[in-house]
């Protein structure tokens, strides 16, 4: 079985998505054939022309980050898999037949079950309202998370964000206060990759939380998460997130579901420094 797929995103040259299906592939007698497709600096860039261009080619299907999980969405239409029609974001699409998946949301899912086992997410403040927070606010949601507040640079994505999952969207300069009566933080923000350093949280707030978790895996240690565990918050990183979330993609692009168990102990080695 040869596996014909690629990533679609921006600033993608760190991704760790190719290494982890090779390894998974290697495991199910699957051939991967990966092409990243890197929109940095490409103003002009078609989405919709280029997923359709590779469903022609014969491709298997296509994995997409940052900014496109929107597009992807629309791309899938009433396509989008069961459980994930809501989301508004499709981090994964298959092309045979056309269906759009979100292992962004079913990773968080499994990832916090077994990163966080029995902990309540309790109230939680969520830095941006992008794709990956249309998957991760609906996963803490179904785990219980209440109430959640999130803000974004983008005042509309925000709102349609709260709109569609009964968060409150305020204003990124009033999140202060969330901050601080937050039981958990969450950074869905590119803040943190090494195309855009910096932290979401100021230092300064972080401390009377229980526990924080960043989307970012790239560097896995991010700002934001020195200060977390510096301010002794429980910790899950987007590699958590990311090794769940290869998983599924894996399975969603072959039928093949892995093993978890020793799946998971082996993508541990692809941890980014």
């Known amino acids: 079985m040869i596996l014909r797929c690629g990533l679609i995103g921006e600033n993608i040259g760190a991704s760790r998505l190719h290494r982890a299906l090779d390894l998974m592939g290697a495991a199910h007698g699957v051939e991967v054939a990966f092409t990243a497709i890197d929109t940095a600096g490409d103003p002009d860039f078609d989405f919709d022309a280029t997923v359709d261009e590779l469903r022609l080619l014969g491709w298997t299907g296509v994995t997409v980050t940052h900014p496109w999980k929107t597009h992807a969405a629309a791309w899938a239409g009433s396509a989008m898999v069961p459980g994930c029609e809501r989301l508004g974001a499709a981090n994964t699409l298959t092309f045979a037949p056309p269906a759009g998946h979100n292992t962004d949301y079913t990773g968080f899912l499994a990832a916090w079950d077994h990163e966080m086992a029995g902990r309540a997410p309790g109230a939680v403040a969520v830095a941006g309202a992008g794709g ?84 970012v895996y790239t560097p896995t240690e991010t700002a934001f998460l020195r200060d977390a565990r510096k301010a002794g918050l429980a910790i899950l990183t987007g590699f958590d997130l990311f090794r769940h979330m290869a998983i599924r993609s894996f399975a969603a692009y072959t039928g093949i579901t892995p093993d978890p168990a020793p799946t998971l102990a082996a993508l541990a080695a692809l941890r980014p420094d």
Do not use: K, Y
């Open 132 to 215: 990956v927070a249309r998957a991760v606010l609906p996963a803490l949601i179904a785990r219980g998370a209440d109430p959640m507040t999130v803000w974004d640079l983008d005042r509309a994505a925000a709102l349609a964000l709260a709109a569609a999952t009964g968060a409150t969207a305020v204003d990124p300069r009033d999140a202060a206060d969330a901050i601080r009566a937050a039981d958990g933080l969450v950074n869905c923000t590119p803040l943190g990759m090494a195309a855009h350093p910096g932290s979401a949280f100021p230092a300064e707030a972080i401390g009377p939380q229980g526990w924080a978790f960043d989307a």
